[in-house]
């Protein structure tokens, strides 16, 4: 069983910055792209970003872009999502995901393996 375990989620003013992890335990995530998710209360799952196996290509969600940039390093079996400049409507329970076809899906059904979330709370 392929685990990931979330990390770097926390309160923020405004305008700050965080650093999210995406660790496997157990497995390596060389051939599994990993897309970041969240979900707000009352609303459904979103895609944020995505990352090839190889970390060839990515991509972002319109409502994220030029503020968070995706990275991998397979030698250290994780993936992070830098997060800046960020914005209220941005709180919201982040999740990352695997997918073993090593390329970014466009559905979250594409996606194998969830980790449990991290909370990230944007407010001054």
């Known amino acids: 069983q392929l685990q990931l375990v979330e990390s770097g989620g926390g309160l923020v003013q405004p305008g700050g910055s965080l650093r999210l992890s995406c660790a496997a335990s157990g497995f390596t995530l060389g051939y599994y792209a990993i897309g970041w998710f969240r979900q707000a209360p009352g609303k459904e799952r979103e895609g944020v970003s995505c990352i090839s196996s190889r970390g060839g290509s990515t991509n972002y969600a319109d409502s994220v872009k030029g503020r968070f940039t995706i990275s991998r390093d397979n030698a250290k079996n994780t993936v992070y999502l830098q997060m800046s400049s960020l914005k209220p409507e941005d709180t919201a329970v982040y999740y990352c995901?695997?997918?073993?076809?090593?390329?970014?899906?466009?559905?979250?059904?594409?996606?194998?393996?969830w980790g449990q979330g991290t909370q990230v709370t944007v407010s001054s």
């Open positions: 995901a695997a997918d073993g076809g090593g390329l970014c899906g466009d559905v979250i059904s594409s996606y194998d393996y």
